[in-house]
């Protein structure tokens, strides 16, 4: 499919985040991190703001991680409004395709 190399497709980047409590599924601690392990399964995560994961997320403790089929990025809202280009979900704002 041609949609599926479109830059505007960003997944949630599988990356180290910060540590808070125990690291989410398909993650390892290392120091004040949790790391990506090397599996295929492994899913971008970001840290949980609220009771609930926006959009195309599903919560692991205090993380939300993406679902498989999910194609938009996260970050935390910060205020009322999300940047040019996002649109908001709860605590969270997504990137528009």
């Known amino acids: 499919m041609a949609c599926l190399s479109n830059p505007s497709y960003a997944q949630q980047p599988i ?3 910060t540590k808070t409590g125990s ?3 398909g993650y390892y601690s290392s120091g004040n ?3 990506p392990s090397s599996s295929d399964n ?3 995560a970001i ?3 609220s009771s609930s994961c926006p959009l195309g997320f599903f919560s692991s ?3 939300c991680l ?3 089929s999910n194609k938009r990025e996260a970050i935390q809202k910060t205020g009322n409004s999300c940047p040019l280009g996002w649109f908001s979900s ?3 704002c997504l990137k528009s395709r």
């Open 61 to 63: 403790g205090n993380y």
């Open 66 to 68: 993406s679902n498989l």
């Open 33 to 35: 991190y949790c790391v």
């Open 42 to 44: 492994t899913r971008g």
């Open 23 to 25: 690291c989410p599924l």
């Open 47 to 49: 840290e949980k703001s």
């Open 15 to 17: 990356r180290p985040i």
């Open 90 to 92: 709860g605590s969270y």
